[in-house]
């Protein structure tokens, strides 16, 4: 192997010269990281399909009987989940290689693991709901909501301000379908339908203006 | 402060803060294309070009050449070499600064 007569990296010898690598590194890190993968039709593309799961499960719990409207409901939402990852690791993937990027990387999995609790705690209240559907009811949307918004939170961490406010939107949006008054015409579905599906269409617009599609 | 966009106007350990830079990104986003280091970076042509050679000289990074379309496209990446070295320099770093 080549040897070189110097050193790959400076040498360094005091703690303030440390310092400054160390500054010099976490800025690079960031730059290279922050916002320049994210894609704004993914953003659409997740928003679509949040509408696409209420406006079938309308359809699924207005025709189907017990149980079997439980098992309908479990397939779709899980489809919905499924086409949303795949649809944003695809167009997430396309965005990376239009800025140069790689869409697997150290970040990558940071931001998975920084959302996995959120989805895992939504997993498990959708299981119990579909065991005990009476005791959550529609209030389900709303559980659903602030799961994705914990999640959402979490990988603002590692992110640009947009999906902070995102998160925080999920958050507002989830406390007001739980707290919503049954008499004032309009159930947790439909909310969930306007607000997940519209914050995530209001989001990949602004991102794909901001940042790129 | 000296900032990464200003890699050129820093003193004599630019060479080296130029390679640890693109350590850095390569270690963060996986694997990058010329112009994305370049435009992280704030660096010329060749100065990137020179910094890519001496790290792939030494086994730290992968180079990776292909055609997208009719454009050559040449994608770095770190070797497991890389890693290690990269690593063990924050961590020397990171002693350092608790020492």
Redesign the interface.
Known sequence: ??Q?E?????I?T??GE????????????????RH?TFSGLSGIAVGLLALAGCLLTNLILRSAPDPLWRYLFFGLWTAVLGSALVADYLLTKRRA?Q????V?????RHLIRAAAPGFLAALAITIFYVLNPSFIGPYIYGFWMLCYAASVLAVAQYSVREVSILGWAFMAAGMVTLLLPPTLGIGPRAVMALTFGGFHIVYGVWMGYKYGW | MATVRNLDALDDVIHQKVRLGVMSCLMASGEADFNFLKAALGVSDGNLSTHLTVLEENGYIHIRKEFVGRKPRTTYSPTPLGHRAFEAYVAALEALVRS
């Open positions: 192997m080549y070189p110097q050193p790959v990296f400076r360094v005091s703690a440390a310092e400054e690598h160390l500054r010099v590194i976490r800025q690079a890190m960031e730059r290279s990281t320049s290689r800025v140069g990027k790689g697997r990387s150290p970040y990558a």
